[in-house]
């Protein structure tokens, strides 16, 4: 019998990030593979990660300088993430 080695899709996808939340406020930046840096309109910067998880949805962490907070998912259409004042913010990944 021969056995084929099955590659597994563990690397996430990099690109450029878009993020609006409903004021129209939006966070952009560039990200390869599980690095993500982004930047707000008032030039803050968020640091983040991005993991896949085993049901092949991708989980994204943002923390900022002052200890501020954004967590998400995309499911493959899109991103939804969430900050800590419980403010929604959508997006995509170019």
């Known amino acids: 019998?021969?056995?084929?080695?099955r590659r597994s899709?563990?690397?996430?996808?990099?690109g450029?990030?878009?993020?609006t939340d409903s004021l129209?406020?939006?966070?952009?930046?560039?990200?390869d593979g599980e690095f993500i840096?982004?930047?707000d309109?008032?030039?803050q910067s968020w640091r983040g990660m991005a993991?896949?998880?085993?049901?092949?949805t991708i989980r994204y962490r943002f923390r900022d300088d002052n200890g501020n907070f954004i967590s998400g998912v995309s499911d493959g259409y899109g991103v939804i993430l969430r900050d800590q004042k419980g403010k929604t913010w959508r997006g995509v990944v170019d």
Request: hydrophobic share 30%; proline share 6%.
């Open 24 to 31: 129209n406020r939006t966070i952009t930046g560039p990200g």
């Open 1 to 5: 019998m021969i056995y084929r080695r």
């Open 51 to 56: 993991e896949r998880m085993a049901d092949d």
């Open 37 to 39: 840096h982004l930047r």
């Open 41 to 43: 309109e008032f030039g």
């Open 9 to 14: 899709k563990t690397t996430v996808p990099g």
């Open 16 to 19: 450029f990030y878009r993020f």
